[in-house]
């Protein structure tokens, strides 16, 4: 079955990076795209980035442009964000997903908290 297991969250203060992993299993990953969400408390999920198959495109929600980059290896079956200039207002946690035969599949999240 379709497993999504994602790594990389915690404390950092505001102006720092994080990366965030997830890896990916129980589907042909080459063959779909990925994206990264992401759910502050009281707020609804949030679509912050997505990258086609080949990783020949992507696509960014405003509030991450140019301070977050999506990138995907499929010889590992690995999908990442790199966070940099974090914000107060990124905190949340965030979520690996992907769709597939119409249903969207999820992993449990990794909490990412920007605080000084």
């Known amino acids: 079955q379709v497993q999504l297991v994602e790594s990389g969250g915690g404390l950092v203060q505001p102006g720092g990076s994080l990366r965030l992993s997830c890896a990916a299993s129980?589907?042909?990953?080459?063959?779909?795209?990925m994206r990264w969400y992401r759910q502050a408390p009281e707020k609804e999920r949030e679509l912050v980035a997505l990258?086609?198959?080949?990783?020949?495109?992507?696509n960014y929600a405003d509030s991450v442009k140019g301070r977050f980059t999506i990138s995907r290896d499929n010889a590992k079956n690995m999908v990442y964000l790199q966070m940099n200039s974090l914000k107060p207002e990124d905190t949340a946690v965030y979520y690996c997903n992907t769709v597939r035969g119409g249903s969207p599949y999820w992993g449990q999240g990794t909490q990412v908290t920007v605080s000084s």
């Open positions: 129980g589907f042909t990953f080459s063959r779909y795209a």
């Open positions: 990258i086609t198959t080949a990783g020949g495109s992507t």
